[in-house]
């Protein structure tokens, strides 16, 4: 009996502890050090003329939180992908029948709220229905060709974008190449050609992307993607863009590689999209990381003209497909994590392109960046307005010369008001970009800006510029969280310490909300206190 009492209270004493340590943890990642702008993510990305998204949950109306999420969504965003509801067990259960029921629920929502539809997906290996599956190889492709034309002509003119195929590859440890599932072992490789042309057919106004995960940077699937995009280019297959789904990780950080592999589809005149994004933490302590890398991802989107949107997988940490790893902005009870933050302040950013440039001296543009030639050279960037309040701006270039160049942005003429001078130290080869961050003097209004290369720089490419808001130079860059480094993605967990107790903790009250199904305690400032 006594033995009972002790575990007992041994259990309600971690409780407390585990909340106490939980409250610290949430409260220094809290408000204080991301002060809202007072805008609303959509206003900002329609101002910044881009898409920012989510994925809409299954069923959203029916859902005891449906009123909230709604007031959500609507306020945040200007373009949506259902999560599930045009997969093929939900929309196409039965051989003889389709339901289209939910799909046209979003569809409705989504246009009286004035946000652009993303369908997801025509093809995939996952979540397609038992008859599908059984039917004789032989009737597969008739098959899908009248689930493409019914589903896709349905929605012609409302779905925007179509991910037509869903992973296709496979990881690359199982050894690349073709994903086994259905439509593979009917059609053999065709099949991809097949349904692009279908959907092109069925809606020739769509945009129509082929989506894969772990593909955003340089990595052996990547170069699959790449390779198998190429091909279906190539061979004049109807295909408009591709989608990274960027499910990543809060220690993720080959940003370069990620512009870098956006330009090369940029390249082939492909739209990119990023279409599941979300970022995995092990405990609130990493939350300000993640915001970090919710923050980086949107401005090297943003900076690249032809990322044209990104989405949420979800909105909210407990409706995630991986809730056990808190991903999105939103936590469990829809209040706002520093991830809303850092994507306020991306979107706050205004890239120039600087291959959009006139007057150009001694300069040529080549796969979207600018060469000064050896002796240097300069461009003009029209009209720029600095009304919000810029205060430092990132510049992105690769230098294979051995010694560092120096490029000064001046105001108004040649040799106006310094804006600031940027040194850009060697980066080892002409295809290895860096970014760098500089101050810049304080200026308001709308004015020409000068990009001047001065010393004479053999092997120098600039991607852009991009102006910020917040001031990103080295001294004031945002807080990497210190207690974590054994919190990597391979998920290893160190000695015993604080931090480890409250992860367990952590878990421990994820796993009891998940298994009641309870709303518990609520832990940071709410959404609805978030100034309208
Ligand atoms: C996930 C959904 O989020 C879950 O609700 C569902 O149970 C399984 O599928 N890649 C994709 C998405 O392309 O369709 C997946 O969505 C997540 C991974």
Redesign the pocket.
């Given at each position: 009996m006594n033995k009972v009492v002790s575990v007992r209270n041994l259990n309600i004493l971690l409780k407390l502890c585990g909340t106490a340590i939980l409250w610290l943890h949430v409260a220094t990642a809290g408000a204080q050090e991301y002060p809202p702008t007072g805008e609303r993510l959509r206003v900002l990305a329609d101002n910044a003329d881009f898409q920012i998204g989510y994925?809409s949950?299954?069923n959203f109306r029916v859902q005891t939180y449906a009123e909230l999420y709604e007031q959500i969504v609507k306020a945040e965003f200007n373009i949506v992908t259902p999560?599930?509801s045009v997969?093929w067990e939900n929309v196409h259960p039965l051989q003889t029948s389709y339901d289209f029921d939910d799909m046209d629920t979003l569809v409705q929502f989504a246009e009286e709220n004035n946000m652009v539809l993303h369908g997801?997906?025509l093809l995939?290996y996952?979540?397609n229905p038992d008859w599908i599956i059984s039917l004789p190889e032989e009737q597969v492709e008739a098959a899908m060709l009248d689930h493409i034309d019914t589903v896709v002509s349905r929605y012609a003119g409302k779905i925007k974008v179509w991910?037509v195929v869903?992973?296709a590859l496979e990881d690359t440890s199982l050894g690349g190449g073709y994903r086994d599932n259905i439509w593979l072992q009917a059609m053999g490789e065709s099949y991809v050609e097949k349904a692009f042309v279908r959907a092109r057919a069925a809606d020739p106004t769509a945009s129509l992307i082929y989506?894969d995960?772990d593909v955003g940077w340089f990595t052996p699937k990547g170069e699959a993607m790449y390779n198998l995009v190429t091909d279906l280019v190539d061979a004049g297959v109807p295909l408009d863009g591709v989608g990274f789904?960027m499910?990543i990780g809060a220690t993720f950080e080959e940003y370069e590689e990620f512009s870098s592999n956006m330009q090369r589809y940029a390249d082939m005149g492909l739209d990119i999209y990023i279409?599941?994004f979300d970022v995995k933490t092990l405990r609130p302590s990493e939350y300000p990381l993640q915001g970090v890398v919710y923050e980086e991802v949107i401005r090297r989107c943003l900076a690249q003209p032809r990322c044209k949107a990104l989405q949420i997988?979800?909105i909210d940490d407990f409706n995630?497909?991986q809730p056990f790893f808190d991903p999105l902005p939103f936590d469990d009870d829809f209040n706002i994590k520093p991830a809303y933050y850092g994507m306020q302040r991306a979107l706050l950013a205004k890239a120039l392109h600087v291959e959009n440039h006139s007057s150009p001296e001694n300069i040529i543009v080549e796969s979207g960046v600018v060469k000064p030639l050896a002796s240097g050279g300069s461009l003009k960037l029209d009209q720029v307005n600095f009304e919000p309040g810029y205060q430092s701006l990132t510049l992105r270039y690769a230098n294979s010369s051995r010694q560092t160049a120096s490029v000064d942005i001046r105001l108004d003429s040649l040799d106006g008001p310094l804006l600031a001078s940027v040194a850009t130290p060697a980066t080892a080869s002409a295809t290895l970009f860096s970014s760098v961050d500089s101050v810049i003097a304080t200026t308001d209004g709308v004015h020409d800006v000068y990009v001047i290369f001065n010393t004479p720089v053999e092997g120098f490419s600039l991607d852009y510029v991009l102006l910020n808001t917040e001031n990103r130079t080295p001294s004031e860059t945002p807080i990497v969280d210190e207690d974590s480094p054994a919190t990597s993605s391979s998920g290893m967990i160190g000695p015993i310490t604080v931090g480890w107790l409250a992860t367990m903790l952590w878990y421990r009250r994820r796993f009891l909300r998940l298994g009641s199904g309870q709303w518990s305690f609520r832990i940071i400032p709410g959404y609805q206190k978030f100034p309208v």
């Amino acid at each position: 009996m006594n033995k009972v009492v002790s575990v007992r209270n041994l259990n309600i004493l971690l409780k407390l502890c585990g909340t106490a340590i939980l409250w610290l943890h949430v409260a220094t990642a809290g408000a204080q050090e991301y002060p809202p702008t007072g805008e609303r993510l959509r206003v900002l990305a329609d101002n910044a003329d881009f898409q920012i998204g989510y994925a809409s949950r299954y069923n959203f109306r029916v859902q005891t939180y449906a009123e909230l999420y709604e007031q959500i969504v609507k306020a945040e965003f200007n373009i949506v992908t259902p999560e599930n509801s045009v997969k093929w067990e939900n929309v196409h259960p039965l051989q003889t029948s389709y339901d289209f029921d939910d799909m046209d629920t979003l569809v409705q929502f989504a246009e009286e709220n004035n946000m652009v539809l993303h369908g997801h997906p025509l093809l995939w290996y996952n979540q397609n229905p038992d008859w599908i599956i059984s039917l004789p190889e032989e009737q597969v492709e008739a098959a899908m060709l009248d689930h493409i034309d019914t589903v896709v002509s349905r929605y012609a003119g409302k779905i925007k974008v179509w991910d037509v195929v869903n992973e296709a590859l496979e990881d690359t440890s199982l050894g690349g190449g073709y994903r086994d599932n259905i439509w593979l072992q009917a059609m053999g490789e065709s099949y991809v050609e097949k349904a692009f042309v279908r959907a092109r057919a069925a809606d020739p106004t769509a945009s129509l992307i082929y989506n894969d995960y772990d593909v955003g940077w340089f990595t052996p699937k990547g170069e699959a993607m790449y390779n198998l995009v190429t091909d279906l280019v190539d061979a004049g297959v109807p295909l408009d863009g591709v989608g990274f789904q960027m499910h990543i990780g809060a220690t993720f950080e080959e940003y370069e590689e990620f512009s870098s592999n956006m330009q090369r589809y940029a390249d082939m005149g492909l739209d990119i999209y990023i279409t599941e994004f979300d970022v995995k933490t092990l405990r609130p302590s990493e939350y300000p990381l993640q915001g970090v890398v919710y923050e980086e991802v949107i401005r090297r989107c943003l900076a690249q003209p032809r990322c044209k949107a990104l989405q949420i997988w979800g909105i909210d940490d407990f409706n995630s497909w991986q809730p056990f790893f808190d991903p999105l902005p939103f936590d469990d009870d829809f209040n706002i994590k520093p991830a809303y933050y850092g994507m306020q302040r991306a979107l706050l950013a205004k890239a120039l392109h600087v291959e959009n440039h006139s007057s150009p001296e001694n300069i040529i543009v080549e796969s979207g960046v600018v060469k000064p030639l050896a002796s240097g050279g300069s461009l003009k960037l029209d009209q720029v307005n600095f009304e919000p309040g810029y205060q430092s701006l990132t510049l992105r270039y690769a230098n294979s010369s051995r010694q560092t160049a120096s490029v000064d942005i001046r105001l108004d003429s040649l040799d106006g008001p310094l804006l600031a001078s940027v040194a850009t130290p060697a980066t080892a080869s002409a295809t290895l970009f860096s970014s760098v961050d500089s101050v810049i003097a304080t200026t308001d209004g709308v004015h020409d800006v000068y990009v001047i290369f001065n010393t004479p720089v053999e092997g120098f490419s600039l991607d852009y510029v991009l102006l910020n808001t917040e001031n990103r130079t080295p001294s004031e860059t945002p807080i990497v969280d210190e207690d974590s480094p054994a919190t990597s993605s391979s998920g290893m967990i160190g000695p015993i310490t604080v931090g480890w107790l409250a992860t367990m903790l952590w878990y421990r009250r994820r796993f009891l909300r998940l298994g009641s199904g309870q709303w518990s305690f609520r832990i940071i400032p709410g959404y609805q206190k978030f100034p309208v």
